[in-house]
């Protein structure tokens, strides 16, 4: 395929000088990006299970006080409602530090390797994989929601 057709837009090109090499490699890390996007996620979501889990225990520290179980109602109460998840932390102590840390670093990486080999151009490696992919004038298999069935 010539190298002007080789992607689905200009957006999506691959900068003059690029290696194949280069274009796999952003691939890859913009991949492991994609990756860290859903763990940051699902740290989201075990910060909001375990907020509203430490909530539900407030219910449960009343019903075994109204069913007279104090002694197991006190251990609820002292020893796990608003207990640490890690030492010292809570679950938006933990979502805090890796947003700040790894997170942000990975993005901050991932973002100037870009931009150094790539003119900060992203996704040329699906961009490509979608033109030859693609079944030229195919309904369906538009490269862009532009182009219509070429």
Sequence with gaps: MPKQERSV????SRPAGVSDTTVEALGELSEALEKIHRVRGHL?????LVG???LTLDRVVRLLREAGHDDMADR???ELLGRNVLPGRWTFQVVEEFDDGYYAT????????RERLAGGRRHIYEAEMKQRRRTHGLPGHEATPETGAE
């Design 106 to 113: 990975f993005q901050d990486i991932e973002r100037d390797t």
């Design 52 to 54: 509203g889990a430490d």
């Design 9 to 12: 837009d200009a957006e999506h």
């Design 44 to 48: 989201y979501s075990a910060h909001q």
């Design 76 to 78: 609820v109460e002292h």
